[in-house]
């Protein structure tokens, strides 16, 4: 069974600084990968897709990697700001139907 | 195009009660997904329907929960004879026919369980 862990916990930062998420899988058999982002109540937004043939995906300050073989992922978010505080969520789909979610990580930007 | 909607966005329910909560995929979307967030815990897949079909009941719990997507309107997740444990936010996604990687999701209805 797949299960899915995202370190760290919760993360604070000083505005304007770079960051890296990290994300990591078990069962490398996947399809795809995607990191979302979570607001206090409200729904996921997807942030970017990588699929299993992929390397790296980017979207302006974000870029998101995958290393398939070690069952990991990367979510580097650039030149932080306050409006990027969230809890970031990585997912991995494989041959069912379904996502296996992490946990998240709690970022909070410090203006 | 309106995203997915889920209604309502808030439930309380007493111990015993039912609760249904709804949901409306994005125009075009025929797939319709339901993930539960337990406090402190990642969402964790419960059903995938398409229109009058139950594809993937794998992470349903085997009692009290029930869902159903009709020809027409909403999908609906009921849970019956609610309890404490059942308290969370569920959350509905919608997929394009061709792309079920491509899931969209709605805000969640928090239910709380008094």
């Known amino acids: 069974k797949q299960e899915v862990t995202q370190i760290p916990a919760a993360l604070s930062v000083p505005e304007g600084e770079n960051l890296v998420l990290n994300c990591s899988f078990t069962?490398?058999?996947?399809?795809?990968l995607q990191w979302f982002r979570q607001d206090p109540g409200k729904g996921l937004t997807s942030l970017l897709l990588?699929?299993?043939?992929?390397r790296e995906q980017t979207s302006g300050r974000l870029n998101a990697s995958l290393d398939k073989s070690s069952g990991r992922s990367t979510l580097y978010i650039a030149a932080s700001q306050p409006g990027d505080s969230a809890t970031y969520l990585c997912?991995?789909?494989?041959?069912?139907?379904?996502?296996?979610f992490g946990t998240g990580t709690s970022l909070t930007v410090i203006p | 195009n309106a995203g997915v909607m889920q209604n309502p966005r808030h439930l309380v329910r007493r111990r015993g009660q039912e609760a249904r909560l709804r949901c409306s995929p994005m125009?075009?979307?025929?797939?319709v997904y339901w993930y539960r967030q337990l406090p402190e815990e990642g969402l964790k897949f419960m059903v995938y329907?398409?229109?009058?079909?139950?594809?993937?009941e794998s992470g349903m719990p085997k009692e009290r929960f029930s869902a159903e997507f009709p020809k027409e309107g909403p999908s609906i997740l009921r849970i019956q004879q609610v309890v404490r444990g059942d308290s969370a936010a569920y959350f509905c996604?919608?997929?394009?026919?061709?792309?079920?990687?491509?899931?969209?999701f709605g805000p969640g209805t928090r239910l709380t369980v008094t």
């Open positions: 997912a991995v789909s494989g041959t069912g139907n379904q996502f296996y």
């Open positions: 069962d490398s058999a996947i399809y795809n």
């Open positions: 329907l398409q229109k009058e079909n139950i594809i993937d």
């Open positions: 996604a919608s997929s394009p026919p061709r792309d079920r990687d491509e899931q969209y």
């Open positions: 990588i699929q299993s043939s992929q």
């Open positions: 125009k075009g979307h025929s797939h």
